[in-house]
């Protein structure tokens, strides 16, 4: 599939030149357009500069990030009241139960309306809301939840019993971490979760004046550090990752453009190749009828039907008009039979054709071009061959249009070998080798194409319209077959047309003397 920046071919011939030139400069001007485009976002994508632009609909990536950070409260709606369900339960070893229940119902309020904040934020379209605002928002909520979480460390102010130190680190370090992980889009947001709860635990253990709070108290502020060094590694991850993925959509829109460039291309060349085919198909009379009459007349005058030709000149003259006319005739013929078969309008008449006797007779038609060109032909047929189902006129003119190349590019006093036989997946084949001057690797697309001609076929000016090998070609796949052309420099060529196994017509078994019997018998009853 041709991409957006490649250029896109127009088979139209029928088209005037300065129409193709607006269309050629429209495409042109639109692939331009889209290639601009599609450098400038990634401009924009490559950026350094805080969070980059996606596709022009909003500034940046800021709605992205606020969006992830809502989900992720929001995944967060039934396992964070758990969470605090059972840090009260363990706080009310060391806390009265009613400071513990007064703080799980303030922490659970407080999710609450975030959930509810959250909640709101994803239903509003994109255009209808305000980042800036809606992140401010985001960030005092936080803030709130993160004093209410620190509300429980303030109760334990003056709380005694073994293991309340372990208790108030264990808590700050949940808090912490919870925070991090849920926040960590707005980076804001992270630090006006996990700075109260933080500062209460350090004001708490510094208040104690011992060394081993002390030590605690540092600690605290060390794990809020890398807390907050893993939430800008979290923000970077999920930024690039909104980054590769607005690059994915840009290239996914860019491959849809070519492809919709490239569909309606191919469908108007599709379009215009076929308009020329079926006009083509359908000038057959239009153009047969007026050159038969050139070709009758001009024979009539040459053979002197009508009485002699005194100047030698005008019969020199009228077989010059007869012998072109003959070649454009052939020429029409050629590019009918190749105009059918592209516009779906050639239809085989299929029968049981013996392929050794049709290349047989098409050798004996050639015989004059053959002893013209004083070549010889060696045969090597196969015996005891089975017919094929094929169209016995499309076979021949298979097998006539190979000769005919062959016996044009064989030079005089060289040999032609014609085989029929079996192929090795049970079908039959025909192939025509000379010993002629051959084709150079890169000019064999050209050969096979339609009007293409080699540099030793010009050099030689053979004439030919080129349309041989590309009609052979078509014939054998309506046939399901396959065509082959091998060749080397100054070694010769070949060329094999192989119909399939499933063409081939199998001889039926003899009947046993059973089957015979129970023939008689079911004719006598």
């Known amino acids: 599939m041709p991409m957006a920046d490649e250029p896109i071919p127009v088979h139209s011939p ?24 599609v450098w400038a976002q990634r401009e924009k994508l490559s950026s350094a500069t805080g969070t980059r632009p996606d596709f022009g609909v909003r500034p ?3 709605y992205e990030l606020a969006l992830t950070f809502a989900h992720n409260r929001l995944s967060a709606t039934i396992p964070l009241p758990l969470l605090t369900i059972i840090v009260a339960a363990t706080a009310s070893l ?12 303030i922490v659970i309020a407080v999710h609450v309306g975030i959930v509810a904040l959250c909640r709101t934020f994803v239903a509003k379209p994109p255009p209808a809301t305000r980042i800036a605002r809606w992140t401010r928002r985001f960030v005092i909520a936080e803030f709130i939840e993160g004093i209410a979480w620190a509300s429980i460390l303030l109760f334990a102010w003056h709380a005694t019993g073994t293991g309340i130190e372990v208790f108030q680190f264990a808590a700050m370090l949940i808090v912490v971490a919870v ?3 849920l926040a960590a889009t707005v980076p804001a947001a992270v630090v006006a979760g996990t700075l109260p709860v933080t500062l209460a635990l350090v004001a708490l253990y510094l208040g104690r004046s011992e060394f081993l709070f002390v030590a605690l108290a540092i600690m605290a502020l060390g794990v809020l550090v890398v807390f907050l060094m893993l939430a800008g590694r979290l923000y970077s991850s999920t930024l690039t990752m909104l980054e590769y993925r607005a690059e994915k959509d840009l290239l996914i829109a ?4 070519a492809k919709s460039i490239s569909d309606e291309s191919r469908r108007r060349a599709e379009e215009s190749n076929l308009a020329k085919s079926r006009f083509l198909a359908t000038m057959s009379h239009e153009l047969r009828t007026p050159l038969n009459a050139i070709l009758g007349f001009s024979e009539v005058m040459r053979n ?4 002699p030709m005194e100047n030698a000149n005008y019969k020199e003259y009228v077989g010059d008009i007869h012998q072109s006319g003959q070649h454009l005739l052939n020429l029409i013929n050629e590019i009918l039979d190749l105009s059918r078969v592209e516009a779906g309008r050639y239809e085989l008449a299929e029968e049981a054709v013996n392929l050794a006797y049709v290349v047989q007779e098409c050798v004996h038609l050639l015989q004059i071009k053959i002893r013209g060109r004083n070549v010889q032909v060696i045969e090597q047929f196969e015996q005891g061959m089975p017919r094929v189902w094929v169209d016995d006129r499309a076979t021949r003119q298979v097998v ?15 040999e032609i070998v014609v085989k029929v036989g079996w192929t090795a997946g049970g079908g039959q084949y025909v192939s025509v080798r000379d010993n002629g001057p051959g084709i150079p690797p890169e000019e064999i697309p050209i050969v096979l194409s339609s009007f293409g001609q080699g540099s030793i076929a010009i050099k030689s000016a053979e004439q030919g319209a080129g349309l041989g090998l590309p ?21 010769g060529t070949e060329v094999i047309a192989a119909f399939p196994r499933s063409r081939v017509m199998e001889a039926l078994p003899p009947i046993s003397d059973e089957q015979r019997r129970g023939v008689r018998w079911l004719r006598a009853g």
């Open 304 to 307: 002197e039907v009508l009485g």
């Open 254 to 257: 860019e491959l849809e453009t």
């Open 471 to 491: 009609i052979v070609q078509a014939l054998m796949a309506m046939h399901d077959g396959t065509f082959e052309l091998k060749s080397k420099l100054r070694e």
């Open 179 to 181: 925070v991090t992980i």
């Open 400 to 414: 006539l249009n190979l000769l005919s190349n062959a016996i044009k590019f064989t030079p005089p006093g060289g």
């Open 94 to 105: 060391w806390l009265g139960f009613r400071n513990v229940i007064a703080w799980a119902a």
């Open 60 to 62: 940046d990536f800021d």
């Open 14 to 37: 029928e088209s005037p030149a300065g129409d193709k030139t607006i269309v050629n400069r429209e495409r042109a001007e639109r692939r331009r357009g889209v290639a601009r485009a």
